[in-house]
């Protein structure tokens, strides 16, 4: 077999590494294409833009005939005296469709406590579909001693929750609170 | 005759030695030559100061960290110190010193006279003096040097977090080191595709040339993508463009996406050469051929391909979508399939020869060893739950030195013992480079085991000292670090003495069979200028 020459191998080999150097230039709009097509956790910028602009749209578009289960959980951090559960253990609702439900919140000493409930929602694919749209995580609460209140939820599944996932879970979990002390910026931020 | 073994006959004059030159003598001699044996050389002891002041620079942050609080460096010192510790010994000794090798031996072993392109061989070569120079002299300067590990990730190495000159000058130094791999990749695919003697077909090619010519390509893929990554930093911090800050509309995790699309396979861009001489090393003192020698050479291949798809797995943590986690998780569980075709062939290399433990086949019997633990290591970091559970932690810095010291390390001095007498014309002392292998995998071992248990105790890597759990461990690391650096002291001075007043070397000191002997051992040591007097012809 007769070999090209050195200097056109040579040659065609500088316009691959060019080509290779300009392939890393491209990275940067295709990049943000990518992103905006996929995003970060699986959550598409373009699909975020579309929720800013007509908010709660999802909770008043068509509602599906599909059902999924809502389980509701919920733990106290380490050294809280309070028991709290859910009105109901799970609901089962369709996209589209807000719910409402409460929890029983129970203080189990003789002093006031003061606390956080900070939320989670599973699976994390579908966790940007679920709207809380009033909730008692929100804000700081807090019991009197031996004080019992009821709290209310107010959430809604976008209809645009991924399909195949038939069951979610929220899920709280109470940090105490001291309310002399201003919260640090990302806890105000996570409202 | 099997495939990958050559047996020089003299033959026919292919080609005519060069008459009327007269050589040059003195310095003049080193600084305007362009034969690949001198320059070779000039990289490995390039490569080598290198190494001592990156190997300096570890000694000193295993001093600080010898004990829980203690005041040996300042932390932004530190941080300056760790930084061009892993800068220098990825792509100013690692990377050349490679080159170096490739450089004097890959010509000699395929029958050719020279590299393709002697001058630009050169100019390889010397872009590394100012490449190196200019971030060693960052350090001296106000600010200091870079101080944002070698990954050099934005946002800290924004102008607001970096403000001196550090990190200008560290980027512009990887950019004249990867416009010397870049310019040497060139020379070494044209050098193997095209200046193979008569009868050299590819497959006949010993094993060390076929991973340099796969490692070689690997960089004019993925060096020019570090090249672009590096111009929009320095373009960044210098004009003002945003491609990697968030407010200018730009993304940092672009960065990551490139320096990972060229730095992952720049792992195998350091340790695929060192493969290529174990490949070489343990059947000349088996006394067999290589087993599976076209089974190596895809699995080499095999390896340089996937190398491209795995990068993401450094950014498990940077919440890119699962989907893309997955992908990445098992393209690089998938690595393990061509790695373990290797050590299965090497292990069937040695299995029922006539073994030799000379020094280099002690070193790369070690590298075997060594190599397996970060590769098993490696595969529980591609298992997602358990990378985001260490990530950053010293679990990080174990898996990787078990991979590039344990690898490339304990290849590139198996490499050396292996071909000094070659190049040098040398013997040397073989009972002091048995005491520098047996400190070295002791010290290797007890640095780097312990890394292991404080990353999985939750030890963050790149910090300057540590709460007082760690300690125990770090006591054992920093004892293992001075055994190494007793090792490679009692190296430097075989090496030297060898130089100064060794034996004369016979042109095969090591008494190849003739299956096993590359051509490079057929010739005298050091070889003759242009290496043959006739070019060789293979049957
Ligand atoms: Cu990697």
């Known amino acids: 077999m007769k070999r090209p020459s050195n200097t056109l191998l040579g040659a065609a080999i500088g316009v691959l590494v060019l080509l290779m150097f300009s392939f890393a230039y491209a990275n940067v709009p295709l990049f943000k294409l990518f992103c905006e097509r996929f995003g970060l956790g699986g959550q598409g910028k373009a699909r975020m833009k579309g929720e800013a602009a007509s908010a709660m749209s999802s909770t008043t578009g068509p509602i599906e005939s599909r059902n999924i289960t809502v389980s509701l959980m919920g733990v106290s951090a380490s050294g809280l005296p309070i028991r709290f559960r859910p009105s109901v253990p799970s609901v089962v609702t369709n996209p589209g469709r807000s719910v409402h439900l409460s929890y029983v919140f129970t203080n189990m000493s003789d002093d006031s406590v003061h606390f956080r409930a900070i939320h989670s929602i599973v699976p994390e694919q579908a966790a940007r579909e679920f709207q809380l749209i009033q909730c008692f995580c929100f804000e700081d609460q807090s019991l009197g001693p031996r004080e019992s209140r009821t709290l209310p939820v107010y959430f809604a599944l976008s209809p645009r929750i991924p399909t195949g996932i038939e069951e979610m879970t929220l899920s709280y979990t109470l940090f105490p609170r001291d309310p002399k002390k201003k919260l640090p910026v990302p806890a105000q931020e996570a409202n | 005759m099997e495939a990958g073994t050559v047996v020089a006959r003299p033959g026919p004059y292919a080609e005519a030695v060069h008459p009327g030159t007269t050589p040059r003598t003195g310095i003049l001699k080193w600084l305007l030559t362009s034969d690949h044996k001198l320059i070779g050389t000039m990289y490995i002891w390039l490569a080598f100061f290198f190494f001592a002041i990156a190997g300096a620079f570890a000694m000193v942050m295993r001093t600080q960290l010898a004990a829980p609080g203690l005041h040996v460096l300042r932390p932004e010192v530190y941080n300056q110190i760790m930084s061009l510790h892993g800068t220098f010994m990825v792509f100013f000794f690692t990377i050349p010193i490679m080159a170096g090798i490739a450089n004097y031996v890959v010509p000699i072993q395929i029958g050719a006279r020279d590299m393709a392109f002697p001058r630009l061989n050169a100019v390889s070569f010397w872009l590394l003096v100012p490449a190196g120079s200019l971030m060693l002299a960052s350090l001296f300067l106000q600010g200091g040097a870079a101080a944002a590990g070698w990954t050099s990730y934005p946002p800290l190495t924004n102008r607001q977090y970096s403000p001196g000159p550090g990190v200008d000058l560290w980027i512009l130094g990887l950019h004249l080191a990867g416009a010397s791999s870049i310019l040497g990749g060139i020379n070494f695919v044209v050098t193997i595709l095209n200046l193979r003697a008569p009868g050299m077909k590819m497959f006949k090619m010993p094993m060390f040339c076929w991973t340099v010519l796969v490692t070689q390509t690997i960089i004019l893929i993925a060096t020019p993508i570090l090249a672009g990554a590096l111009t929009m930093a320095l373009t960044d911090r210098m004009f003002g463009t945003g491609f990697f800050q968030a407010v200018a509309g730009g993304d940092p995790v672009l960065w990551q996406h490139l320096f990972w699309f060229y730095s992952h396979p720049a792992v195998y861009i350091m340790v695929l050469p060192g493969m290529g001489m174990i490949s070489q090393i343990l059947p000349a003192f088996s006394g067999k051929h290589l087993f599976g020698y076209k089974g190596m050479v895809l699995a080499t291949a095999g390896i340089g391909f996937i190398g491209f798809l795995v990068w993401g797995h450094h950014m498990f943590a940077t919440g890119i979508d699962y989907r893309l986690r997955q992908f990445f998780s098992f ?183 003739d299956e096993t002997r590359t051509l490079e051992w057929t010739v005298s040591s050091p070889p003759p200028a242009e290496n043959f007097h006739t070019i060789p012809v293979i049957r």
């Open chain 2, 331 to 513: 393209a690089s569980m998938v690595i393990a399939v061509p790695t373990g075709i290797k050590i299965w062939s090497w292990l069937a290399t040695i299995w029922g020869g006539s073994l030799r433990f000379r020094t280099p086949m002690l070193f790369a019997l070690g590298f075997i060893a060594l190599f397996i633990i970060g590769g098993i290591t490696g595969i529980w970091l591609a298992l997602v739950p358990f990378d985001v559970q260490v990530h950053d932690t010293y679990f990080v810095v174990a898996h990787l030195h078990y991979v590039l010291f344990g690898g490339s390390l304990m290849a590139i001095m198996a490499g050396i013992y292996y071909w000094l007498p070659k190049i040098s014309g040398k013997l040397y002392n073989e009972f002091w480079g048995k005491v520098h292998f047996w400190l070295t995998f002791i010290g290797m071992n007890l640095t780097f085991m312990p890394m292991h248990m404080m990353g999985m105790l939750g030890m963050p890597r790149r910090i300057y000292t540590y709460r007082p759990e760690f300690a125990i461990w770090n006591h054992i690391a920093s004892a293992g670090a001075a055994v190494l650096g007793v090792g490679m002291t009692i190296f430097a001075l075989n090496m030297l003495l060898s130089l100064w007043r060794g034996r004369r070397a016979p042109a095969d000191p090591w008494n190849h069979s």
